[in-house]
């Protein structure tokens, strides 16, 4: 047998090799005994005394389980002394083998050990008997009589010993041989001690027949105290490795190894041959079948338990448990016959109400062991905290995987794909490249705001499952977050990168039906590659941002990362930077363009709109520098500072008898401050500007996003007296319907409609629809982009109200709109309390 493999385990049949030559020393010594020694029966009340003593006796055993073989030593020395003393050595040896006998039957053991147990009682009994005559007379109770019995009683026990051993070593090797004798020298001294007693019960009863009373009550006295400290014992016993079993498996439920820790432990605590987990599929999960076997090192993926009664304890979620003291049910008794089992128990696996599994334990170890009712409350306690450890398995298991995966489409997240080309740029490979391309779903928002997110969330999870399907079988497909999906995988050149990127476009262009309906969903796609565009995973993800984004400038595009790229990206940058010290040194200025009404020509307020002149970069577009407002936190003092500047203004207005409303656009984003309309409030007290001559415009996508967001906001400063405005409409996919649900008092046509009304009917309509349709909910409607007559004639002709744009002035900063009013305005039309009338324009 090599080092480190497991024992051999040999049939029991083989006990015959020791059997055999036991018996033979049997009935040699027996011979002796008859020729050397007194005949029997001797005493025959005697001898039936204490043949019941010596079955009673033998009831009391010590139990050594080694492997799979449960061995006994019978507690038969104290009626072995007083059986020496009052009868004939081969009497002795009779009413010995007997006793075994009786206890044989009782147990219902094997024809193998029985034999062994009759053949081993024989030859310890008939060997103690020839020491018995070799040392005799023995007259008394004296001293000596005490070391006769005492060497006879020994020798019978070493007897036995060494039968034992032999057979062990015979069935399991040397090793498990040496662990019994190891083992040895407790029992050995017990048997001392109990010939000790024995000796002085034999002193009692020859000093007085009547001790025999004292010491029966004694006796059961002992025996009762023996099995309450032996149960106190057991569950002691079973307590401490519940606790450890516990321990293990809290110490070991996040390291992958819990299925070992627990089944290994599970059948050494319930004595079983098997212990087996089983956990049926669920969700991404298998189904897990694995079984601890006794002497086996590792797990199988075996059971012995018939799938029928598993699934019925599943099924119903109620312990079954079937063996000689256990269960009556006659068809789990036949499914046991059939499949070769002993007793089993098997219990469900709770998570919550469900029942997630099984956990069994099969044949409770040796011939006479038997699972028994005591266990099974065990065992149910022991599942319970299994079950408790799995879920906390499985619920870390899945959290490791949530952190690496999308909810939604369940591809990797960006974290994972960071983690994979990390990995795949350490590796470099002549003739390849590390690709990643970036997919970026275009037209997502307006799925969102006219199907819903629902919808939304259909097409992306349809994206996901084309791209999954398209890829090559090498390639990582992930989301990287929103309407952002990550193809990375080697190639032989940027080349082949680009063509698949645009295959792949193409595939997921193909069309998508929802219901009654069929989108048409593009993407713009930005390519990088390692080692071209960077080494490490940061900077590829970075670049290829880049390139997706430019890729939206030119629908249907795939784009390649390049450095200018990446210049026009530092230039924003940079202007966060400008912009911030633009705003702390006062370099950013408000212009304002007039705000007529088109029927008379007056002028009833102002468009507030901040402007920034760069140093390097000249005139910085309004559209470019909020962004970076947006992205720097800098909005909040962009939005103060127009506010501060137009209520300034409109003060010093009324002040000079001239008040003029004014209107400032805030960005969406503002409308999710909650502190906002508080700050507002402030301005206007510290200004002293009634609240009415404030109008704060908002674009369309920014007040209809499909959400409920800026309601509350938008509620609180109409409650403040604030007018509200919706700035751009018409270019977005909101209908005049949804105004109505929205605090507001003014809609704001788009110029490019209103520019159009000269030219395009189309156009014409559509301003003249917003403009009936807004009349009709109360609401105001300004034109923007008047910039003719015809435009002017037209409007007046629908009905619109108000108009500005560059027929009446381009936006001016403060002092050229001064200047402006004292050109445009008709003195002679000023009257006390009314509106300067511009003059008409030529």
Not at 264 to 287: D, S, V
Not at 521 to 526: F, L, S
Not at 543 to 565: I, M, W, Y
Not at 710 to 731: E, M, Q
Request: proline content about 5%; some cysteine.
């Amino acid at each position: 047998m090599t080092a480190g493999s497991p024992p051999t385990r040999r049939s029991t049949d083989q006990a015959w090799l020791i059997t055999a030559p036991l018996a033979l020393l049997a009935i040699v010594c027996s011979l002796l005994l008859a020729v050397v020694a007194p005949l029997p029966p001797g005493s025959l009340p005697k001898a039936a005394i204490i043949f019941v003593i010596m079955v009673a006796a033998s009831t009391q055993v010590l139990h050594f389980v080694v492997r799979r073989q449960a061995l006994e030593i019978i507690v038969t020395e104290i009626p072995l002394v007083l059986a020496f003393y009052h009868l004939p050595p081969l009497t002795v040896v009779v009413i010995a083998v007997l006793a075994a006998l009786v206890g044989q039957i009782r147990r219902r053991l094997s024809a193998a050990k029985v034999w062994f147990n009759l053949a081993r009682t024989a030859a310890a009994a008939s060997l103690a008997g020839l020491v018995y005559v070799a040392l005799s007379p023995v007259e008394g109770v004296g001293p000596r009589t005490w070391a006769v019995l005492f060497a006879v009683v020994s020798v019978n026990a070493l007897v036995s010993l060494a039968a034992i051993v032999a057979v062990i070593c015979l069935l399991h090797g040397w090793q498990a041989g040496w662990e019994l004798v190891r083992n040895a020298p407790a029992p050995q001294v017990a048997s001392a001690i109990n010939v000790v007693i024995g000796l002085v019960v034999l002193m009692a009863i020859d000093s007085t027949p009547w001790s025999i009373v004292l010491i029966t009550v004694l006796a059961v006295a002992v025996v009762l105290l023996y099995r309450s400290y032996a149960q106190f014992l057991r569950q002691h016993r079973t307590l401490g490795r519940m606790y450890e079993l516990t321990r293990a498996m809290t110490e070991n439920g996040q390291e992958g190894n819990l299925a070992d820790v627990l089944l290994g432990r599970i059948r050494a605590l319930m004595q079983a041959e098997y212990a087996t987990l089983w956990l049926p599929a669920q969700g991404r999960h298998p189904e897990v079948m694995l079984s601890a076997r006794v002497d086996e090192r590792g797990l199988l993926d075996v059971a012995l338990t018939p799938a029928l009664l598993r699934e019925r304890v599943r099924t119903s979620g109620r312990t079954l448990a079937a063996g000689r003291t256990l269960g009556d049910d006659p068809s789990v008794r036949r499914e046991l016959g059939e499949h070769r089992i002993k007793d089993l128990i098997v219990v469900p696996l709770r998570s919550g109400q469900a029942v997630i599994g099984t956990l069994e334990v099969v044949n409770r170890l040796s011939d006479v062991g038997h699972f028994t009712a005591a266990d099974i409350p065990v065992f149910e306690t022991v599942a319970a905290h299994a079950a408790v450890a799995l879920e906390n398995s499985r619920l870390v298991d899945r959290l490791r995987h949530d952190a690496y995966h999308d909810a939604l489409t369940k591809l990797p997240n960006r974290r994972r794909i960071t983690n994979a080309v990390d990995e795949s740029v350490k590796i470099r490979a002549p003739g390849e490249v590390v690709a990643l391309l970036l997919f970026d779903v275009d037209g997502l928002r307006q799925v969102n705001e006219s199907l819903g997110h629902a919808a939304g969330d259909k097409v992306l999870a349809e994206v996901a499952a084309r791209l999954r399907a398209s890829a090559p079988s090498s390639a990582l497909v992930g989301r990287a977050g929103g309407d952002e999906f990550l193809v990375t995988m080697r190639l032989e050149s940027v080349e082949a990168a680009m063509a698949i990127a645009a295959q792949l476009r193409e595939q997921i262009r193909d069309e998508m039906i929802f219901d009654t309906l069929t989108l048409d969903v593009d993407t713009a796609v930005g390519v990088a590659v390692h080692p071209d565009h960077g080494s490490d995973a940061a900077t590829l993800l970075q670049r290829v941002d880049l390139a997706a984004t430019a890729a939206k400038a030119v629908p249907g595009s795939v784009q390649l990362f390049n450095p200018a790229l990446e210049s026009r990206s530092l230039r924003r940058l940079g202007l966060a930077g400008d912009l911030r010290r633009a705003l702390d040194e006062g370099k950013l200025e408000v212009y304002f363009q007039p705000k007529v009404t088109l029927r008379d020509r007056r002028l009833v307020g102002v468009e507030c709109l901040a402007r920034w002149e760069h140093p390097t970069h000249g005139t910085v577009a309004p559209e470019d520098f909020v962004a970076v407002a947006e992205h720097t936190g800098q909005l909040g003092r962009l939005t103060e500072l127009v506010l501060r500047e137009g209520l300034r203004r409109s003060r010093n207005w009324a002040q000079a008898d001239q008040p003029l409303s004014v209107a400032v656009n805030i960005s969406p984003r503002t409308l999710t401050d909650q502190h906002f309309p508080d700050r507002v409030r402030e301005l206007l007290g510290e200004y002293g500007v009634p609240p009415q001559r404030l109008t704060l415009e908002i674009t369309e996508a920014g007040v209809l996003d499909g959400t409920e967001r800026p309601i509350p906001t938008l509620r609180r400063l109409r409650d403040l007296g604030v007018r509200l405005s919706v700035d751009d409409f018409g270019t977005g996919d909101s209908s005049l319907a949804h105004l109505r649900r929205l605090p507001v008092h003014e809609v704001k046509v788009d110029r490019s409609f209103v520019q159009g009304m000269a030219t395009d009917p189309g156009d014409l309509a559509i301003v003249n629809a917003v403009v009936t349709l807004s009349q009709q909910f109360g609401l105001a409607v300004v034109a923007e982009g008047v910039e003719s007559e015809l435009t002017l004639e037209l409007l007046q002709d629908i009905g619109c109200e108000i108009g500005q744009g560059f027929l009446f002035s381009r936006p001016l900063p403060y002092e050229r709109l001064e200047a402006w009013f004292g050109a445009q305005v008709d003195p002679e039309t000023i009257t006390s309390g009314e509106l300067p009338r511009l003059r008409a324009v030529p």
